[in-house]
Nanobody, 119 residues
Framework: QVQLVESGGGLGQPGGSLRLSCVAS????????MVWYHQAPGMLRELVAS???????NYADSVKGRFAISRDNAKNTVYLQMNSLKPEDTAVYYC?????????????WGQGTQVTVSS
């Protein structure tokens, strides 16, 4: 069973920065993509950013130019650098790993880490 553990959440100031980490219990090279989602209270879970094995990335419009996703394959870790924080970034942030379709296509989720942006 793949386990994903997020960390790095907490209280951030508007305009400030936080860096989230997601550590996988297995090589992240096994996954077609690693993805960050967020879910605000009463809202649906939304994609924030994704990174593929070729390091190609995709971002939600709301975070383009402010957030950056990266990966360290040697550490089985994916990061989300969050800059220029806004109160509307407040949410629980989840890491997801998608297996390749030829490996069954299973999707694994972490337990989430709370990010609160407030002065």
């Amino acid at each position: 069973q793949v386990q994903l553990v997020e960390s790095g959440g907490g209280l951030g100031q508007p305009g400030g920065s936080l860096r989230l980490s997601c550590v996988a219990s297995t090589s992240i090279l096994e996954f077609a993509a690693m993805v960050w989602y967020h879910q605000a209270p009463g809202m649906l879970r939304e994609l924030v950013a994704s990174i593929a094995n070729d390091r190609s990335t995709n971002y939600a419009d709301s975070v383009k130019g402010r957030f950056a996703i990266s990966r360290d394959n040697a550490k089985n870790t994916v990061y989300l650098q969050m800059n220029s924080l806004k109160p509307e970034d407040t949410a629980v942030y989840y890491c997801k790993a998608d297996l390749y379709a030829w490996s069954g296509g299973a999707k694994y989720w972490g337990q989430g880490t709370q990010v609160t942006v407030s002065s």
